[in-house]
């Protein structure tokens, strides 16, 4: 059955390459790309959210602005491995088309609405809009099918701090609020998206796809020189072929309160651990990277198809 979804995103390099891997792949509908401040400022990720949207031929998905900045933090750079544009500098062009009036955390709010238990809100960035949505109407919060997000160190140190993965510790306090929300979910933390390593041969073999593939592999070439970890495919790829990945169950909260911890995933396994509480999450650990790979140059080829 065709999974109905949000994209809620900071592209982003990898956010790029997750979006098309979804525009080529029917068992999921997207219904929007809501953007969000993180890897870039939030002018940039909506903006390059319309542009991957053009260079797929995909206009018809509508693109929103979310929050541009965290819940308490003020608004702060992210990080470069994306490149100052986002999109790893590899000389993309603007976007022509012009921005949605509706706000992301409106267009959420009335999806939700719109079809409730049928919306799964696919989450690759830092987890603000959403925090904001269920904020704005908590009524959302048992209507959400389910949230599939990249965030997270479990089991392993972080990235952007020692350990913090970088969507949490941009806004903990978001994440925090989504863990605690109730809402089924599935977590794509380092754990697993460190085991998806962008390669040379891997990019080449995109690259010999076409257009689409050439500007993809562009893009994680440059982006790849700083962090070889393919992190929010990991996301689309689960919607699309779960069995790729493996993990356990577990509570997941996010320390929003230690100066040295500041966004780390704390996950309870353990009876004594768990205290008496349900399992909020099902904590993504392994990935078959080859069937991975294997998806995503399959489905970009499609896109490829469908662009020409
Ligand atoms: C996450 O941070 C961003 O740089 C990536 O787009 C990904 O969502 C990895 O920590
Ligand atoms: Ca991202």
């Known amino acids: ?22 525009f080529g792949s029917s068992e999921v509908e997207i219904l929007g790309i809501t953007a969000v401040a993180g890897n870039i400022p939030l002018e940039k990720t909506e903006a390059n959210a319309r542009l991957i949207c053009e ?20 608004a702060r750079a992210g990080v470069t491995v994306h490149g100052m544009d986002g999109l790893g500098d590899i000389g993309l062009p603007k976007p022509a088309s012009a921005p949605a009036a509706r706000t992301a955390v409106q267009f959420i709010i009335d999806q939700v609405h719109a ?23 908590p009524g959302i919060a048992p209507l959400i099918k389910r949230i599939v997000f990249m965030g997270g160190a479990a089991f392993c140190p972080g990235n952007i701090k020692e350990r913090a993965e970088f969507n949490f510790y941009f ?32 990019t080449e073999r995109l690259k010999r796809l076409g257009r689409i593939g050439s500007t993809i592999a562009d893009m994680l070439n440059a982006y790849g020189a700083g962090d070889p970890c393919l992190h929010d495919p990991c996301v689309i790829a689960y919607l699309i072929e779960p069995e790729i990945f493996s993990g356990v169950e577990g509570f997941v909260e996010v320390d929003c309160v230690s100066s040295l911890a500041i966004g780390q995933s704390v996950v309870s396994l353990t009876e004594r651990e768990l205290a008496g509480r ?31």
């Open 1 to 22: 059955m065709t999974e109905r979804i949000i994209i809620d995103c900071d592209p982003g390099v990898d956010d790029a390459a997750a979006i098309l891997l979804a």
């Open 55 to 74: 260079l797929a031929n995909r206009t018809d998905i509508p693109v929103f602005q979310g929050c541009g900045r965290p819940l308490l933090y003020p």
């Open 115 to 137: 079809a409730p238990g049928d919306v799964t809100l696919a989450v690759l960035g830092p987890m603000t809009n959403i925090a904001v949505a269920l904020s704005v109407d």
């Open 171 to 202: 806004d903990p306090h978001a994440a925090q609020a989504v863990m605690a929300s109730g809402i089924p979910m599935v977590m794509f933390g380092l754990d697993v998206t460190h085991k998806a390593i962008i390669t040379q041969e891997r």
């Open 278 to 308: 349900a399992p909020n999450c099902l904590v993504m650990t392994e990935v078959d990277h080859d069937r991975l790979f294997s998806l995503l140059e399959e489905r970009y080829q499609r896109v490829e198809l469908e662009a020409s």
